[in-house]
């Protein structure tokens, strides 16, 4: 896949405090890619300066092929973007901003209004000043304005941001419908980790302004938990079949199927009580990669 | 410019002004404008205040049954609510048009678009002219018919010391003079809105870009009015910006005036221009 968004070495600073530093990355096309961080960590700054509301002290930002700093209308041609809190013009219907948001970046049918409209669930209240919404209306809005372009990349900065179980649910569900319906790239930041988890295979964590990990997060041998009655008599099988073991705790060398070290268990005279395949969490990842 | 880009512009302006006349604030300034006015028409009705200015037309010579009228009212109360509010809600408008935007958070929203800054503050600053125009417009034709409403016709009287103009018209000349006026007022009143845009650019509350506007106009205005300075009066620009009385000068100063205007023009482009390039650097996080 080609890479839609690409980084290089981006740095920022605030007064002197280093806010990003060297900040480098690639999204491929149509992925669901997580930027990670504590609060301070960097990931406002980083999408400022990929949307060009803020200016890097060095680096460059590339989106679809453009530099944002050096082309920034070209590069936001086809960019929509979510902020955690929404804002819009209150005394305006969602109907009314719309169409001024949209203004500014070209001209978009009627047609395509309804469609988004009617895509994002606002049918019935478009017409109503935005003040009357409940933070997910506001949030169906800001994703209405950011695909009304007709976008190829959306950024969402904590999109699920002070949403009820039920709307982060609906949020989620927008996200990958945006990816396997509308083809869409979406990067996004949460600090709710098991949101991440569920949409995003690829990750990057930032840590005081520095990337301290890109990549897949899932990535690595699977880990299963063994419960056996007799640890030294499994010894030797267990030699032959796993790659590392902390514990009960073990890794299989590659190839080899645990059906295969279960049976070996069994006919060696050892019990096998339990055995669990240990998922790993992105919150084990991330607070791995971020602890002092 | 191609067609295209000329509808596209007038779009993204016709957004630009349904912001600003969609919101209940804007027009607080239209309210206290025809609150004022009516006030003032009160204040004129007093007895003693009506026998004053009865006597400075009776002492120039003419009879003041004739030049106590809806024009002469209309001028007083015009250049009274103007010089008491204009500034106020100018620098109100002004202060908030780029400022609030960012504090509230839609000015992250729109440069998320593949706009310009620079065409967003064009079209911010052509909103601002619109603004002014619009409220000069306002305050000129509801203080005439006012005092029309109370002085019925008649001729105009215009006495503005400060300024030394003293001339009385007849109906028709002074309603010339009187309409001529609303454009020159509304072009030194832009001043008021540009400075506030400046300040409207920098990183701060919209209130204080109101507040700092109110404050440079109320500065200028004192230091020109200080006796020591009298002889460096065309280094203030409030002092410019009240060249449209001249207007009804008997020989118009169009001369004075066209250099007025063009200094002030100048010293707009100037502020729009700063502002702009202060705007350009500046960083937009949440």
Redesign the interface.
């Not at chain 1, 920034?72 to 041609?77: C, D, K, N, P, Q």
């Not at chain 1, 203004?103 to 001209?107: A, E, F, I, T, V």
């Given at each position: 896949m080609s890479d839609l968004i690409r980084l290089e070495s981006l740095s920022k600073s605030?007064r002197g405090r280093p806010a990003v530093t060297d900040l480098s990355l690639t999204i491929p096309k149509g992925e669901i890619f997580g930027l990670l961080g504590h609060n301070g960590a960097g990931k406002?700054?980083t999408f400022?300066m990929m949307?060009?509301?803020?200016?890097p002290d060095a680096g460059e930002a590339f989106i679809c092929g453009h530099s944002v700093q050096k082309d920034?209308?070209?590069?936001?041609?086809r960019?929509?973007?979510i902020?955690?809190?929404?804002?819009?013009?209150d005394?305006?219907s969602g109907w009314?901003n719309l169409?001024?948001?949209v203004?500014?970046?070209?001209?978009v049918s009627d047609a395509r209004f309804r469609e988004v409209v009617e895509l994002v669930g606002l049918t019935e209240r478009i017409h109503d000043p935005v003040t009357h919404y409940s933070h997910g209306m506001r949030q169906r809005l800001a994703l209405a304005?950011?695909l009304l372009?007709d976008p190829e990349f959306i950024l969402l900065?904590e999109p699920t941001e002070g949403l009820d179980p039920a709307g982060i649910h609906e949020m989620r569900a927008m996200i990958r419908k945006l990816r396997d319906e509308h083809g869409l790239t979406v990067m996004l930041s949460s600090h709710l980790l098991s949101e991440v988890e569920q949409l995003c295979d690829r990750v990057a964590i930032l840590d005081g302004g520095r990337l301290v990990f890109s990549g897949a997060w899932r990535s690595g041998p699977p880990r299963w938990k063994l419960s056996l009655d007799d640890q030294a008599a499994a010894g030797d099988v267990l030699d032959r079949y796993i790659a590392e073991c902390d514990g009960d705790v073990v890794i299989l060398r590659e190839g080899i199927d645990i059906a295969d070290l279960v049976s070996d268990l069994v006919h060696a005279g050892v019990r096998v009580k339990g055995v669990e395949l240990l998922r790993a969490t992105l919150e084990d990842f991330y607070l791995g990669r971020t602890r002092p | 410019m191609t067609s295209e880009e000329i509808t596209l512009f007038r779009k993204q302006l016709g957004g630009e002004l349904r912001k600003l006349f969609a919101r209940k604030r804007t027009y607080i300034g239209f309210g206290a404008f025809l609150a004022l006015e009516v006030v003032v028409l009160f204040l004129l009705r007093l007895p003693k205040a009506k026998a004053a200015i009865r006597h400075l037309i009776d002492g120039a010579g003419y009879d003041p049954g004739d030049y106590f009228s809806g024009l002469t009212l209309g001028l007083m109360i015009m250049s009274w609510t103007v010089f008491l509010l204009g500034a106020l809600y100018l620098a109100l408008v002004g202060g908030d048009v780029v400022s609030k935007e960012v504090e509230d958070g839609t000015m992250r929203m729109m440069l998320c678009r593949p706009i310009s800054r620079g065409r967003i503050l064009l079209l911010k600053a052509v909103a601002c002219a619109v603004y002014s125009v619009a409220l000069t417009f306002f305050i000129t034709v509801t203080a005439l018919l006012a005092g029309f409403l109370y002085g019925g016709f008649g001729g105009l009287f215009a006495f503005y010391p400060a300024e030394h103009v003293f001339a009385l018209y007849d109906f028709w000349p002074g309603l010339w003079r009187y309409l001529l006026a609303i454009p020159l007022l509304g072009l030194s009143l832009f001043t008021v809105s540009c400075i506030a845009f400046l300040f409207s650019c920098m990183k701060m509350k919209p209130a204080a870009a109101t507040i700092i506007t109110l404050s440079v106009l109320f500065l200028d205005s004192v230091v020109r009015n200080i006796p020591f300075f009298t002889s460096y009066q065309g280094w203030f620009f409030t002092a410019r910006m009240a060249t449209w009385i001249h207007v009804f000068d008997y020989a118009i100063p169009w001369g004075k005036m066209v250099e007025d205007y063009v200094l002030l023009g100048a010293m707009n482009i100037t502020l729009l221009v700063i502002g702009w390039m202060i705007f350009e650097q500046r960083d937009f996080k949440s």
């Open positions: 605030f406002s700054t400022g949307l060009g509301h803020v200016r920034r209308a070209g590069a936001l041609r960019v929509g973007a902020f955690e809190t929404p804002s819009f013009y005394y305006l009314q169409r001024f948001f203004s500014l970046s070209g001209d304005q950011a372009p900065d | -």
